[in-house]
């Protein structure tokens, strides 16, 4: 026998309505993300499909206009009683996403037991079709999973709200901080519900700089998880600690990742290790090294990398996958590097409209790059690009001029000295802002990377 329903909270429903009620210039903006049938109260059902209703006749939602929309007995309590518990429980209006959010849980879980129930009471019924029972099934199923995705329709008019809201609370809309303030300047963070593609020739520093960035964006207190196809857990550590001891010495002086990574450390640098370890205690950093991994395996384990986040009062939003060429292809198209890359970037821009977190992909660049006098990458340099340059919102490279000047003979010195710990951050496609050049500081051996001044 399964338990009974325990997956209600009227006094959270309640919330959300009140909220509505106290601001009511938000309705329009979320109302499209919610159902009324994920409400368990018929009566919040009611009353949002009523409180929807008044603001798409272009009437103004108000206590006592809700007031006398009402009849006067709801069925036990009064609408004077209930309409002063809506004004009572209301809520800040920065809370109401992560309301929502738990709204719609509580209902999947509801419908997925109800959907369960029916087809344990008729699984053994010999007159019954058990496929047509099984592709039923599926298909409730998966209109639970489909709800995760946010709903993007509805009038001009809504749009327009949602439009001002986002120009009156810019603090809350803006991305988690990259860790350099340049960059921030540039792409106003990572931007949740964004697809990030970042890609460079071997060499240039991707590893460092999403390790770096990232490193400073979970120390400013939000969730990152960070894929890694190639690397190590030891390696990430490393890097982490290298980036992180480059703020306690001065160059030369401090220990680079390899020297980390292979136990080459007096005395005093092992000490150093414990300070870097203590320094990431408690810092929301999911990493997962494990290889080969599929979209849809990399899908599920952020999911659960989601669930931690929440369960400590957190949330996900910044993913890194390191790089697009190691992901897993599904096989639907063996053979066709063009599009395996398109099928993969189009998950991963699903994925970052599903968590609602910023998903950062690294990527390689084709050869051709090697063969101009300007190794400066441009878009068609993008390895099998395909759709990916549709698919992302923002399209980066990395670029370092002395890897190329040091395979050079007869480089002054001076221009050596100059370009060594240059990065530059060479912006291509920005869907929400302007294109260009950043210049960044860099210690590739330590695996750090700064504002350039």
Known sequence: MLPEPRHTNTDLEINILGTFLEFPKLLPVFSSRIKSDWFSDDLCARIFDIMVATTQEGRELTFFGLLNQLPEDLGGISRNEFMASLAAQSMPSTTLSDLIHTLRDLWARRKMRDDALQVIEIADDPNVDPFGVATTAVAEFGSIAASQGTQESGTLEQGFDALLYSIDHQDEMRGATTGIRALDEKLNGYKRGSFYVIAGRPGMGKSAFVLSSLRRTALAGHGVAFFSLEMSRQEIAARIASDALYDRFSNPIAPNYSRILNGKLSNGQANEILAARDSVMGMPFFWDSSPSLSMAEIGGHAREIKAQFEAAGRDLEVLCIDHLGLVKPTGHYRGNKVAEASEISGAARALAKELDCCVVMLSQLSRQVESRDDKRPTMSDLRWSGEIEQDAHVVAFLYREY???????????????????????????????ENGDVQLFCSIQHNAVRDAS
């Open 403 to 433: 890897y190329y000047l040091q395979q050079k003979q007869d480089v002054a010195p001076e221009d050596l000295n100059d370009a060594l710990n240059s990065l530059e951050f060479l912006i291509r496609k920005n869907r929400n802002g």
